[in-house]
Antibody, heavy 117, light 110 residues
């Protein structure tokens, strides 16, 4: 059974870059695409973007200028970088597997990232 | 302000049926599949409904989804206390070229 696990620093300073990695276990990384979704404490879900195994990406327009996603098929991992963070970027960050037409069917447990000064 | 509009809360007694609405537009719900996610307290969201009305394996048939025009709805029948959760609708939006979520509906089983 495929499982996802997010990893990365839980604290990031303002103006710095948030970096997270999602490790795929229990199966190959050759799904349709992989996404990052975030959720500020007590608030709703926000799609950050997705990356296909080919490396093609789509980003949320509201974050596009600050987001970079990458995939490393040899390590069964994909990653998120969000630059110039502010307190508004503090949130739970989830990685998820996406398949065309089938939604986000597998999610990581999430990791809390706090932007602090 | 979410692109998809959901009521912030809903409540019903055990055993009854509740419906949660999700309102969108021609650039999202009318043109694309709608998905529903359940988020139990302190956990990651879980896919509940895909392709408007399909249930993943393991999701009870008490959960149902429908779509008409620019609106979708999630129905939960035979409510149980363990159904208390936040429910989110989602769809692709081709004006934004992004996945959009509703603001979420907190379901309380009285």
């Amino acid at each position: 059974q495929v499982q996802l696990q997010e990893s990365g620093p839980g604290l990031v300073k303002p103006s710095e870059t948030l970096s997270l990695t999602c490790t795929v276990s229990g199966g190959p990384i050759n799904s349709d695409y992989w996404s990052w979704i975030r959720q500020p404490a007590g608030k709703g879900l926000e799609w950050i973007g997705r990356i296909y195994n080919s490396g093609t990406t789509n980003y949320n327009p509201s974050l596009k200028s600050r987001v970079t996603m990458s995939v490393d098929t040899s390590k069964n991992q994909f990653s998120l970088k969000l630059s110039s963070v502010t307190a508004a970027d503090s949130a739970f960050y989830y990685c998820a597997r996406g398949t065309s037409g089938d939604g986000f069917d597998i999610w990581g447990q999430g990791t809390m990232v706090t932007v602090y000064s | 302000q979410s692109v998809l509009t959901q009521p912030p809360s809903a409540s019903e007694t055990p055993g009854q049926r509740v419906t949660i609405s999700c309102s969108g537009s021609s650039s999202n719900i009318r043109s694309y599949y709608v998905y529903w996610y359940q988020q139990l307290p302190g956990t990651a969201p879980k896919l509940l409904i895909y392709r408007n009305n399909q249930r993943p394996s393991g999701v009870p048939d008490r959960f149902s989804g429908s779509k008409s025009g620019t609106a979708a709805s999630l129905g939960i029948s035979g409510l149980r206390s363990e159904d208390e959760a936040d429910y989110y609708c989602a769809a692709w939006d081709d004006s934004l070229s992004a996945v959009v979520f509703g603001g979420g509906t907190k379901l309380t089983v009285l």
